[in-house]
């Protein structure tokens, strides 16, 4: 299989060489691959907020796809090296898209980060982890953007934008394959074409496949086996002089195996049920842009489907507990309205007054089946233990039998969210001062309608000789409205070669449901039949905390953001970032779980913390005759508390917040020699190194991952239309873990992945 995949990637590259001519000023490689990304003025910024990212009023990440090729990424989730106190792990399936960002961050439920692709914000997390293609900026904001962007973005907002074909000034065609370890394949084709300066195309198509890197001891499979493919289809138009319009369809197929995880005593992947993810996600989009003298309007519209489906054995054990699937069916819609009265990507030099208004709307309608099923083993030592604790404590010497092999749980959900936004900025300029003011106001109606239900067969020894069933179902609607004031409030001056600023804002995370719970709610209200239809009262049968229906609605999370910092560039191609914040957390949304040996989980507004934090990082870009490179290092520190946390058992003001690491340390270097001869025109040399921890795993601070670090290496061969790579990740092989948890008293772990190699060809003609 191995011959097969390197014999297809030696033909792609010789098909490649002696492909046509292509038309006179085609560029090369290393021009398609430039170290700065040149676009139109209007173009300059992908962000609403439409600031130079080395004037702005808080800290931006700009990746081009120089940096995207140093590092391979082909993910959102595998930029985390390149931003500094940014966190996103492979928590073992592309559903888990987990974020961490200057201490805030969440395992389930709702994100800390926006994701904008092409002006298009991604409506759940789980479409995060997607397959980037063609991309030809990210730029990452840190810190609350919510006067902007709204909901879900008080850590930051990621923007992707992709080639528009008019920003082409020629046809352009793309190839690139990849091998690695564990047989990894990654294929990927596109096509552009500025047809007429009125009217262009494109479209691309990408797929993946990897055996895994984590084996099953139970029957030897590996875990996280998968395949992906996709694509975009891309077509602009430009009806006169003012109207830019752009639509596009984006589509993307997944389906893998999943949850890797390794119990904490043995180290070992054991565990007797199938679990993987399947994802399917089709976003079509429509943006339409008017620019005449004085003002701009930008409208974006999108329409998201997705339908996903995971199966997990919830117990992670090779023991018959209990397992878990759940299927999502999405129809989700966005509008954005933007009007301002000039571009704020490039300020006129005598305008001392700018400003935005925009309004914005969305609907987000699941229907979810998230059924859970106990096997024997489970109904015994789950259900049966919990019942028969309180019986014994009246009833010594009898007991509840149930004579069910197995109790599915049935769990159907329709929840619903609807909103809408209206938002202003202000921006003055005296002189050098800079002073923004922006504020929005955000409406979300929030529903629920549930539907769980199960059937049990059961005996009574002391007074029954006979099974009886009992039928248990809780179903009903909840409701709820959020109305969020969003304010903002920078101020900087700006010099030559240097900028100062400092800020004040308010962010905040959407509130919701735990669909995640009703396992545990119904499980409680079956005791509390068998009790009834037995005819006693017991006490201590069921757990009430988790009985309620209630206890499933959490409200938004709110966050005040103080930042201080600036941007320097002390010398022609250096530019030196740093800054201090502070972030005070209110109604934090906490991961918690009820006691012993249960199987819900669910988000609740259980904490209050603040955090402490600073950032540093320095990006060097040269050229001197046949050489150049560039060489950026970044340093991150959060120091993330409680303030108050008590879920029951402890408290636990004052320790860390649990899967946010405390210092996170990255460097890249790379130079590039232009040789300058036919048969090789230029030679790149990368290496990029990282230390991440201490991670905190859990409140009680008793369990962490110490400080790691991670080497990553790569050297390319440059000819004319044609790129040749060879990577390595984790070329020191470090041991180190991404993901803890606790599940029915047993801890699990996710160990990092081990050492990979591969080899990249890519083509442009």
């Given at each position: 299989?191995?011959?097969?995949?390197?014999?297809?990637?030696?033909?792609?590259?010789?098909?490649?060489?002696?492909?046509?001519?292509?038309?006179?000023?085609?560029?090369?490689?290393?021009?398609?691959?430039?170290?700065?990304?040149?676009?139109?003025?209007?173009?300059?910024?992908?962000?609403?907020?439409?600031?130079?990212?080395?004037?702005?009023?808080?800290?931006?990440?700009?990746?081009?796809?120089?940096?995207?090729?140093?590092?391979?990424?082909?993910?959102?989730?595998?930029?985390?090296?390149?931003?500094?106190?940014?966190?996103?792990?492979?928590?073992?399936?592309?559903?888990?898209?987990?974020?961490?960002?200057?201490?805030?961050?969440?395992?389930?439920?709702?994100?800390?980060?926006?994701?904008?692709?092409?002006?298009?914000?991604?409506?759940?997390?789980?479409?995060?982890?997607?397959?980037?293609?063609?991309?030809?900026?990210?730029?990452?904001?840190?810190?609350?953007?919510?006067?902007?962007?709204?909901?879900?973005?008080?850590?930051?907002?990621?923007?992707?934008?992709?080639?528009?074909?008019?920003?082409?000034?020629?046809?352009?065609?793309?190839?690139?394959?990849?091998?690695?370890?564990?047989?990894?394949?990654?294929?990927?084709?596109?096509?552009?074409?500025?047809?007429?300066?009125?009217?262009?195309?494109?479209?691309?198509?990408?797929?993946?496949?990897?055996?895994?890197?984590?084996?099953?001891?139970?029957?030897?499979?590996?875990?996280?086996?998968?395949?992906?493919?996709?694509?975009?289809?891309?077509?602009?138009?430009?009806?006169?002089?003012?109207?830019?319009?752009?639509?596009?369809?984006?589509?993307?197929?997944?389906?893998?195996?999943?949850?890797?995880?390794?119990?904490?005593?043995?180290?070992?992947?054991?565990?007797?049920?199938?679990?993987?993810?399947?994802?399917?996600?089709?976003?079509?989009?429509?943006?339409?842009?008017?620019?005449?003298?004085?003002?701009?309007?930008?409208?974006?519209?999108?329409?998201?489907?997705?339908?996903?489906?995971?199966?997990?054995?919830?117990?992670?054990?090779?023991?018959?507990?209990?397992?878990?699937?759940?299927?999502?069916?999405?129809?989700?819609?966005?509008?954005?309205?933007?009007?301002?009265?000039?571009?704020?990507?490039?300020?006129?030099?005598?305008?001392?007054?700018?400003?935005?208004?925009?309004?914005?709307?969305?609907?987000?309608?699941?229907?979810?089946?998230?059924?859970?099923?106990?096997?024997?083993?489970?109904?015994?030592?789950?259900?049966?233990?919990n019942a028969n604790a309180g019986i014994r404590r009246v009833f010594p010497d009898d007991s509840i039998a149930i004579r069910n092999n197995t109790i599915p749980i049935a769990d159907d959900f329709m929840l619903f969210n609807a909103g809408g936004a209206i938002y202003h900025q202000s921006h003055f300029r005296f002189g050098g001062w800079h002073l923004n003011a922006g504020v929005r106001i955000d409406y979300e109606f929030a529903s629920m309608d549930y539907d769980s239900r199960a059937e049990v067969d059961y005996r009574f020894t002391m007074m029954m000789s006979d099974y009886a069933p009992v039928q248990t179902r809780v179903a009903g609607r909840k409701e709820a409205h959020y109305i969020q004031?969003?304010?903002?409030?920078?101020?900087?001056?700006?010099?030559?070669?240097?900028?100062?600023?400092?800020?004040?804002?308010?962010?905040?995370?959407?509130?919701?449901?735990?669909?995640?719970?009703?396992?545990?709610?119904?499980?409680?209200?079956?005791?509390?039949?068998?009790?009834?239809?037995?005819?006693?009262?017991?006490?201590?049968?069921?757990?009430?905390?988790?009985?309620?229906?209630?206890?499933?609605?959490?409200?938004?999370?709110?966050?005040?953001?103080?930042?201080?910092?600036?941007?320097?560039?002390?010398?022609?191609?250096?530019?030196?970032?740093?800054?201090?914040?502070?972030?005070?957390?209110?109604?934090?949304?906490?991961?918690?779980?009820?006691?012993?040996?249960?199987?819900?989980?669910?988000?609740?507004?259980?904490?209050?913390?603040?955090?402490?934090?600073?950032?540093?990082?320095?990006?060097?870009?040269?050229?001197?005759?046949?050489?150049?490179?560039?060489?950026?290092?970044?340093?991150?520190?959060?120091?993330?508390?409680?303030?108050?946390?008590?879920?029951?058992?402890?408290?636990?003001?004052?320790?860390?917040?649990?899967?946010?690491?405390?210092?996170?340390?990255?460097?890249?270097?790379?130079?590039?020699?232009?040789?300058?001869?036919?048969?090789?025109?230029?030679?790149?040399?990368?290496?990029?190194?990282?230390?991440?921890?201490?991670?905190?795993?859990?409140?009680?601070?008793?369990?962490?991952?110490?400080?790691?670090?991670?080497?990553?290496?790569?050297?390319?061969?440059?000819?004319?239309?044609?790129?040749?790579?060879?990577?390595?990740?984790?070329?020191?092989?470090?041991?180190?873990?991404?993901?803890?948890?606790?599940?029915?008293?047993?801890?699990?772990?996710?160990?990092?992945?081990?050492?990979?190699?591969?080899?990249?060809?890519?083509?442009?003609?």
């Open positions: 299989m191995k011959r097969k995949w390197l014999t297809y990637g030696i033909g792609l590259l010789m098909a490649s060489r002696i492909a046509s001519a292509a038309p006179a000023g085609t560029p090369s490689p290393s021009e398609i691959f430039p170290e700065e990304v040149e676009l139109p003025d209007v173009e300059i910024s992908v962000s609403r907020t439409g600031q130079k990212p080395t004037g702005s009023q808080s800290q931006t990440t700009v990746i081009d796809p120089r940096l995207l090729s140093e590092t391979q990424a082909l993910t959102p989730k595998e930029l985390s090296d390149l931003v500094p106190n940014v966190y996103m792990p492979d928590y073992g399936s592309a559903m888990t898209g987990s974020i961490y960002i200057r201490g805030l961050g969440s395992r389930i439920n709702e994100p800390v980060m926006a994701m904008v692709v092409d002006g298009v914000p991604l409506m759940d997390k789980n479409m995060y982890d997607h397959a980037m293609q063609d991309v030809v900026r990210i730029e990452m904001l840190r810190g609350p953007q919510a006067s902007l962007y709204g909901r879900n973005s008080p850590a930051g907002v990621m923007e992707i934008r992709t080639i528009r074909p008019l920003d082409l000034t020629t046809q352009l065609t793309r190839a690139e394959i990849t091998y690695g370890s564990a047989n990894t394949v990654h294929a990927a084709a596109s096509y552009y074409r500025p047809h007429t300066d009125r009217f262009g195309f494109g479209f691309a198509a990408h797929y993946r496949r990897t055996d895994g890197f984590y084996t099953n001891l139970y029957d030897g499979s590996r875990v996280d086996h998968g395949q992906q493919a996709g694509g975009r289809l891309v077509f602009e138009g430009r009806p006169s002089g003012l109207w830019r319009i752009t639509g596009g369809v984006y589509a993307d197929w997944l389906k893998q195996g999943a949850f890797p995880y390794a119990s904490a005593l043995t180290g070992s992947i054991c565990y007797n049920h199938p679990a993987g993810y399947g994802r399917m996600v089709v976003i079509p989009s429509l943006r339409a842009g008017y620019k005449a003298d004085g003002y701009r309007l930008d409208i974006t519209a999108a329409y998201q489907f997705l339908r996903d489906r995971m199966e997990m054995d919830q117990d992670y054990t090779a023991a018959d507990i209990f397992t878990l699937t759940q299927a999502q069916h999405q129809h989700n819609a966005t509008l954005d309205v933007l009007l301002q009265n000039s571009d704020l990507a490039l300020p006129k030099v005598d305008g001392h007054y700018q400003w935005q208004v925009g309004v914005s709307g969305f609907a987000k309608h699941n229907t979810m089946a998230a059924p859970v099923t106990f096997m024997r083993e489970g109904i015994g030592n789950i259900i049966l233990a004031i969003l304010p903002r409030l920078a101020l900087s001056y700006e010099a030559e070669k240097w900028s100062v600023y400092g800020y004040a804002a308010k962010g905040y995370k959407a509130g919701g449901y735990n669909p995640q719970i009703f396992s545990t709610i119904t499980q409680n209200r079956m005791m509390d039949d068998l009790a009834a239809d037995m005819g006693v009262h017991l006490t201590g049968i069921s757990d009430p905390r988790y009985s309620d229906v209630a206890v499933t609605a959490y409200k938004p999370e709110k966050d005040w953001t103080f930042e201080i910092g600036g941007h320097w560039r002390p010398a022609e191609g250096l530019t030196v970032d740093a800054d201090l914040f502070h972030i005070q957390c209110y109604d934090q949304q906490v991961t918690v779980f009820p006691n012993g040996k249960t199987t819900g989980r669910m988000m609740a507004n259980a904490a209050r913390s603040r955090i402490w934090g600073a950032e540093i990082a320095a990006q060097y870009r040269w050229q001197k005759g046949d050489w150049s490179g560039i060489a950026d290092i970044h340093y991150g520190w959060t120091d993330a508390r409680f303030i108050e946390f008590n879920d029951g058992i402890g408290d636990y003001a004052g320790n860390h917040i649990p899967y946010a690491p405390l210092h996170t340390l990255r460097g890249l270097c790379s130079v590039q020699y232009r040789v300058g001869k036919p048969w090789l025109q230029a030679v790149r040399v990368g290496i990029r190194g990282n230390m991440t921890g201490p991670i905190y795993w859990n409140e009680q601070n008793d369990c962490r991952q110490g400080l790691y670090a991670l080497l990553n290496a790569h050297i390319s061969f440059e000819w004319r239309y044609i790129q040749v790579q060879l990577w390595g990740k984790n070329l020191t092989n470090t041991r180190y873990d991404v993901f803890y948890f606790r599940s029915m008293g047993n801890d699990f772990l996710q160990h990092g992945r081990p050492v990979e190699l591969g080899v990249s060809v890519k083509g442009d003609i």
